[in-house]
T-cell receptor
Framework: DGGITQSPKYLFRKEGQNVTLSCEQN?????MYWYRQDPGQGLRLIYY???????QKGDIAEGYSVSREKKESFPLTVTSAQKNPTAFYLC??????????????FGSGTQLSVL | AQSVTQLDSQVPVFEEAPVELRCNYS??????LFWYVQYPNQGLQLLLK??????LVKGINGFEAEFNKSQTSFHLRKPSVHISDTAEYFC???????????FGTGTRLKVLA
C-alpha cells in the first residue's frame, strides 16, 4: 500500500540532545512537509521541500533542521536549540503540480516528549 | 503573508442539528482553500477543497463549504451532524505558486447525543 510512514510513534528527548524524526513516502510525491501540532495552536509549518536537495523554512524553523537527499525521505532533526520541543509532529507530502489532485497526504505522526 | 483564522476553538452541537465552522483567510494573491479533519488518534484527511470555479464545494460525509472572496471566508457547513462527526477540523490555505500550506488553529466539533 502507498502511504507516508513516520517513525517512531513516540520519542523521548533528554536535555541537550538532538533527535531525528523519520518520514518516508512511497507515493512518488515531490513535495514534503513537516508540521508541529500543539493543543490550541493548530498545525504550524516547520520546513517544506518542493524537490530533492531543496527545502525552505516555514514559520517556526528555529531549532529544527532537515535534509532531502532522496525523494522518498525527509527527516527532521530537533536540535538542542529547540527549547520547547514537546509536541505532535506530522509529516505530509503532495502530488507534483496543482489541480484535481491538489491535497496533502499525512502520516500518522510522532509524539515527542522531553524527559 | 498568508494567514488563516478559525475563531471558534470549540463548537458543541446536538446530533442532527446543523453546524457551521468558520474560517477567514488573508492573502494578497489568489489562493487554494481546504478543510481537513482529524478524528481522535488519527492523521488528517481532506474533507473538501476550493481551487477555482463554483464557490460552493461539496466534500465527503455530507460537508460543504462556500468560498466568499469579498469576505475572505471559507466556512464549513453540514445540515445534520452525527456523533461520528466529532473531530477536530482545520482550515488551510495555500499559494499555488509557492507550495506553502498554512493551517488554522483548528475547531473541535463535539456532537452531543
Amino acid at each position: 500500500d502507498g502511504g507516508i510512514t513516520q517513525s517512531p510513534k513516540y520519542l523521548f528527548r533528554k536535555e541537550g540532545q538532538n533527535v531525528t524524526l523519520s518520514c518516508e513516502q512511497n507515493l512518488n510525491h515531490d513535495a514534503m512537509y513537516w508540521y508541529r501540532q500543539d493543543p490550541g495552536q493548530g498545525l504550524r509549518l516547520i520546513y517544506y521541500s518542493q524537490i530533492v536537495n531543496d527545502f525552505q523554512k516555514g514559520d517556526i524553523a528555529e531549532g529544527y533542521s532537515v535534509s532531502r537527499e532522496k525523494k522518498e525521505s525527509f527527516p527532521l532533526t530537533v536540535t538542542s536549540a529547540q527549547k520547547n520541543p514537546t509536541a505532535f509532529y506530522l509529516c505530509a507530502s503532495k502530488f507534483p503540480g496543482t489541480g484535481r489532485n491538489e491535497k496533502l497526504f499525512f502520516g500518522s505522526g510522532t509524539q515527542l516528549s522531553v524527559l | 503573508a498568508q494567514s488563516v483564522t478559525q475563531l471558534d476553538s470549540q463548537v458543541p452541537v446536538f446530533e442532527e442539528a446543523p453546524v457551521e465552522l468558520r474560517c477567514n483567510y488573508s492573502s494578497s494573491v489568489s489562493v487554494y482553500l481546504f478543510w481537513y479533519v482529524q478524528y481522535p488518534n488519527q492523521g488528517l484527511q481532506l474533507l473538501l477543497k476550493y481551487l477555482s470555479g463554483s464557490t460552493l464545494v461539496k466534500g465527503i460525509n455530507g460537508f460543504e463549504a462556500e468560498f466568499n472572496k469579498s469576505q475572505t471566508s471559507f466556512h464549513l457547513r453540514k445540515p445534520s451532524v452525527h456523533i461520528s462527526d466529532t473531530a477536530e477540523y482545520f482550515c488551510a490555505v495555500s499559494d499555488p505558486g509557492t507550495y506553502k500550506y498554512i493551517f488554522g488553529t483548528g475547531t473541535r466539533l463535539k456532537v452531543l447525543a
